[in-house]
């Protein structure tokens, strides 16, 4: 499983010129799964991003996990993350189909509200418009 995530001011999709979910202050978290991927692949992936330290202390060190930091999180299925671009049309051979990689999506999200956490999320295969106010800029990629 692989999460590309942003720390942002503020994101949101919006679906047909409609806004469907937006957050404050946070993580936009990209996610992909992979044709391996496991429940076990999930719940570590979800445990990473609810506990990643990359808000700034008082110091202006990246030492605030979320849960300190009062982020939010709005997690967005990308299976492109898993594109093959050895040759310049890409291949996606490697993302799960949708009846693996829907409910794994899911449970990242259930996993990362179970925390507490507010999780705005996207429409699962739906044509998608992603904006984001990005903090730093910070973006880390995640993969387990």
């Not at 040759?87 to 794994?104: D, N, Q, V, Y």
């Not at 730093?136 to 995640?142: C, E, Q, R, S, Y």
């Amino acid at each position: 499983m692989r999460a590309v995530l942003t720390r942002v001011l503020s994101a949101s999709v919006t679906i047909d010129g409609k806004r469907v979910s937006e957050i404050g202050k946070g993580f936009l978290v990209l996610l992909g799964v992979h044709v391996n991927d496991t429940e076990a692949q999930a719940k570590k992936i979800a445990d990473k991003i609810c506990g990643l330290r990359i808000f700034e202390d008082k110091n202006g060190k990246m030492n605030i996990n979320p849960t300190d930091a009062g982020a939010e999180l709005l997690i967005v299925s990308q299976f492109t993350l898993y594109a093959d671009c050895s040759s310049r049309r890409p291949g996606f051979t490697e993302a799960a189909r949708p009846e693996i990689s829907e409910p794994l999506y899911e449970l990242v999200v259930k996993e990362c509200r179970d925390r507490g956490f507010k999780v705005g999320t996207g429409v699962f295969g739906a044509d998608m418009k992603v904006e984001s106010v990005n903090d730093g800029p910070v973006t880390i990629v995640l993969d387990v």
